[in-house]
């Protein structure tokens, strides 16, 4: 069935957005849809680059999307040694030991660059904690990445996101993000239940660690 524009269809029924993710009414209901619980502000550049910046050059709106009708371009423009899209503001501002999060974003580049998905944990100070990354290589189809970390620092207090090129190859290069997710994950850390675990399988201990 089809609902009208602020709306969505769940179970049969034209329902409006769920407060966290009713951003705006410009074409991130699919984006909504598959990160509910978003902790992103503007996960999809449907409406310009709002809440997102980093270094190394400028960060524009594209009319082209993974999800909907725009994504995000950033280009190197040699300012830095490096270039990067991040959350600005940074998307948490309170988290807690055992706290998990992940993160994914769609990207793509046909300069082939390495790029990496970085969660990063910092203190009331915005001093660098701890994080997590994941690589990919850019390809000019658009690829999903992702990453997720759990926290570990007992002054852990600010959680931010950043999508990084940490060895452009010339100036001018660029890369296309769009559809970007973060979002709390409810099993904290340890996990109860193995199958549930989103973490690779343990190689079974030696049978004679029992007791
Ligand atoms: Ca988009
Ligand atoms: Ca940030």
Same mark, same amino acid.
């Given at each position: 069935?089809?609902?009208?524009?602020?709306?969505?269809?769940?179970?049969?029924? &034209?329902?409006?957005?769920?407060? =966290?993710?009713?951003?705006?009414?410009?074409?991130? $209901?699919?984006? /909504? /849809?598959? &990160?509910?619980?978003?902790?992103?502000?503007?996960?999809?550049?449907?409406?310009?680059?709002?809440?997102?910046?980093?270094?190394?050059?400028?960060?524009?709106?594209?009319?082209?999307?993974?999800?909907?009708?725009? =994504? =995000?371009?950033? &280009?190197?423009?040699?300012?830095?040694?490096?270039?990067?899209?991040?959350?600005?503001?940074?998307?948490?501002?309170?988290?807690?030991?055992?706290?998990?999060?992940?993160?994914? #974003?769609?990207?793509?580049?046909?300069?082939?660059?390495?790029?990496?998905?970085?969660?990063?944990?910092?203190? /009331?100070?915005?001093?660098?904690?701890?994080?997590?990354?994941?690589?990919?290589?850019?390809? /000019? $189809?658009?690829?999903?990445?992702? =990453?997720?970390?759990?926290?570990? #620092? *007992?002054?852990?207090?600010?959680?931010?996101?950043?999508?990084?090129?940490?060895? %452009?190859?010339?100036?001018?290069?660029?890369?296309?993000?769009?559809?970007? &997710?973060?979002? !709390?994950? !409810? $099993?904290?850390?340890?996990?109860?239940? *193995?199958?549930?675990?989103?973490?690779? %399988?343990?190689?079974?201990?030696?049978?004679?660690?029992?007791?």
């Amino acid at each position: 069935m089809s609902c009208p524009d602020g709306t969505h269809c769940s179970d049969g029924v &034209c329902i409006t957005g769920d407060g =966290a993710s009713a951003i705006d009414g410009g074409g991130v $209901d699919a984006a /909504a /849809a598959a &990160c509910a619980d978003n902790l992103v502000m503007n996960p999809s550049f449907e409406t310009g680059t709002s809440g997102w910046g980093g270094v190394g050059g400028p960060i524009t709106q594209i009319n082209e999307g993974h999800d909907g009708e725009h =994504a =995000a371009q950033k &280009c190197y423009d040699g300012s830095d040694t490096y270039y990067n899209v991040s959350d600005q503001p940074d998307s948490v501002t309170q988290t807690s030991v055992g706290a998990v999060y992940s993160t994914s #974003a769609w990207l793509r580049s046909a300069a082939g660059q390495t790029l990496r998905a970085v969660i990063r944990v910092k203190n /009331a100070a915005g001093e660098p904690l701890e994080q997590t990354s994941t690589p990919i290589i850019l390809k /000019a $189809d658009w690829q999903e990445v992702t =990453a997720q970390h759990t926290v570990e #620092a *007992p002054e852990a207090t600010i959680v931010e996101i950043y999508f990084s090129v940490a060895d %452009p190859a010339e100036v001018g290069e660029c890369f296309d993000i769009d559809d970007i &997710c973060l979002r !709390p994950r !409810p $099993d904290r850390a340890p996990l109860a239940d *193995p199958a549930a675990s989103p973490y690779p %399988p343990r190689l079974p201990r030696s049978h004679s660690s029992g007791g």
